[in-house]
């Protein structure tokens, strides 16, 4: 029976030490929390770091499409808004001009030449600078006459943007037009 007394004692001890322990550990880890700088919260970015990001994300993305385009050797014309053009199939159909129908096929692929869309086969018609496509497509496509075949270069701020279209287009993607306008 003592020896039974001895040995609950002895546990008894040994939890003590154990919740002691975890005690101890316990309350200089919440210290060591309030006191360590490197644990602060994080701050929303301010407007002003937000446009440098922005800057610097456009600036990268411009690097990038210069180099895609240095590759391919296409002789793009630019536009004041970052937009890239190369008209390789010329014709002397109408012009284009806003508010006009247009009956466009196109394949838009990503600066890797992976597929997005195809409606080479199966044309789209929308009414310039005014039915709900790219920016950059609406301006484009008024460098261009009928009937004439276009590479288009749009940078994320003419397409999709940061979100992409959730579907096929990812975030933040420069997308390439390989367009026709048809003469119908």
Known sequence: MIKRKHELILMNKGNLILALFTAMVSIISCAENETN?????KKPPTQEELFDMNRRLMNEEKTRI??????KRWPVQNSG???KYWIYEETSGDTIS??????V??????MTGDTC???WNNPEEFTVDYDQVESGLHEG????????RAKLILPPHLAHGLVGDMNK????ATLIYDIQVLDE
Do not use: C
């Open 141 to 148: 496509i008024k460098y261009m006459r009928k009937g004439e």
């Open 169 to 172: 287009i990812p975030m933040n």
């Open 37 to 41: 700088p490197t644990k602060k919260e």
């Open 98 to 103: 806003q508010k006009d129908l247009v009956k």
């Open 105 to 110: 096929r196109y394949v838009i692929t990503l």
């Open 117 to 119: 869309y195809n409606r």
């Open 66 to 71: 210069g180099h895609f385009i240095k590759r």
């Open 81 to 83: 808004t970052g937009l």
